[in-house]
């Protein structure tokens, strides 16, 4: 785009510094100057659209990258959330297991031990049954517990990593905002980038057919005067003489 602007700024400066026609407003300025900058803007206005156009055509590959993250981050989420689940359920099956073999273990031992006892250590045989039902009793509710300890931290972990996914929900919403934005602002450089050329473009052709009629005057009025005077044709920049019968 800056070559754009570059190209009137040359334009403008070739007007200004244009040598005057005698006797009027206008001026002579290089046809062949004037055309290659012209032919530079009509080449630098495709690229600048394009460039605008490549912003717009990537909003769909960018959404559907994030699409693609967030589906991949919440499958993963879950499927972790499930794996530590069934972990804490084995881990806390286990742990009754364990505890439940354990107070059988000990009630057969003490009911072996109550066999071959007499009757007079009958009494020590209940009281050893009961301190293993409460020790029984006790590793249950550890067993139990820690199962459901377990099975808090598995529910916990999963709502967390689920929750990640309202990240990726509102990294969604920003990409789509930030391609939004920037096809928005595209559209509008584009229009005022169009606005501006147009009139650029419209002052230069005002002045150019300005300049042109003002030419036209000029040798109209010299036409007549050189056939008389024997005047010397007129200089335009560049060296050539400019005959103003024959142009």
């Keep these: 785009m800056y070559k754009v602007f570059e190209a009137i700024d040359e334009l403008v400066t070739i007007l200004e510094e244009a040598r005057g026609v ?17 032919d530079e803007v009509r080449d630098a206005l495709p690229a600048e659209v394009d460039d605008a156009q490549d912003v717009l055509d990537r909003k769909d590959e960018i959404v559907g990258g994030a699409e693609h993250a967030a589906e991949a981050m919440l499958s993963k989420a ?6 530590m689940l069934a972990d804490a359920r084995a881990e806390a099956e286990r742990l009754v297991a364990d505890a439940t073999a354990t107070a059988d273990r ?19 045989y209940e009281d050893v049954v009961g301190r293993s039902r409460d020790e029984a009793d006790r590793m249950i509710q550890a067993g139990r517990e820690s199962y459901e300890r377990s099975v808090e931290e598995g529910r916990y972990e999963q709502g967390r990593l689920v ?6 929900q509102a990294a969604r919403a920003e990409s789509t905002r930030i391609l939004d934005a920037a096809a928005a602002e595209a559209a509008r450089q584009k229009a005022d980038c169009d606005a501006y050329v147009d009139d650029k473009l419209g ?19 010299l036409r007549g ?6 005047a010397p044709a007129a200089v335009v920049p560049g060296g050539a003489p400019f005959d103003y019968e024959g142009a």
């Design 203 to 221: 002052e230069f052709e005002d002045l150019l057919s300005h300049t042109l009629r003002s030419v036209s005057k000029g040798r109209l009025h």
């Design 22 to 38: 005698p006797m009027t407003s206008g001026c002579v300025v290089p046809r062949g100057d004037v055309l290659e900058l012209l």
């Design 78 to 83: 879950r499927l972790d959330a499930e794996t």
């Design 163 to 168: 929750s990640q996914t309202e990240v990726v």
């Design 106 to 124: 000990l009630i057969a031992d003490a009911q072996d031990e109550a066999d071959r006892t007499s009757a007079a250590a009958r009494a020590e």
């Design 225 to 230: 005067g050189a056939a008389f005077t024997g």
